[in-house]
């Protein structure tokens, strides 16, 4: 009923730029807070940033100063722009929502996740 679909992925070299994506489309109430996550290899996830639906944001201190998240609220998309990066930033980077919708019925808050996308820094 609700997909989650991200762009903005690519190889880039060290102090580079990238800016990905992630448009919500189907059939919701609401969207509440929006996050991006990555994945290395042989890592484990870990919670980039976070954008709540008042405006206010996080961000792990990996990225601090580097990495800015934002929203559109009339297309329901969600932005995450990425400077200075460095090859430990490299993963396959996935953003997630808390949406407002109706399930079998019954409304409640979901969380659905992107299909991910790959960011690649290197020389």
């Known amino acids: 009923q609700v997909q989650l679909v991200e762009s903005g992925g690519g190889l880039v070299q060290p102090g580079g730029s990238l800016r990905l994506s992630c448009a919500a489309s189907?059939?919701?109430?609401?969207?509440?807070?929006m996050d991006w996550y990555r994945q290395a290899p042989g890592k484990q996830r870990e919670l980039v940033t976070t954008?709540?639906?008042?405006?206010?944001?996080n961000y792990a201190d990996s990225v601090k100063g580097r990495f800015t998240i934002s929203r559109d609220t009339a297309k329901n998309t969600v932005y995450l722009q990425m400077n200075s990066l460095k090859p430990e930033d490299t993963a396959v980077y996935y953003c997630?929502?808390?949406?407002?919708?109706?399930?079998?019925?019954?409304?409640?808050?979901?969380?659905?996740w992107g299909q991910g996308t790959q960011v690649t820094v290197s020389s």
């Open positions: 189907g059939t919701f109430i609401s969207i509440n807070d």
């Open positions: 954008i709540t639906n008042s405006g206010g944001t």
């Open positions: 997630h929502a808390e949406i407002r919708m109706k399930v079998a019925f019954r409304e409640g808050t979901y969380s659905y």
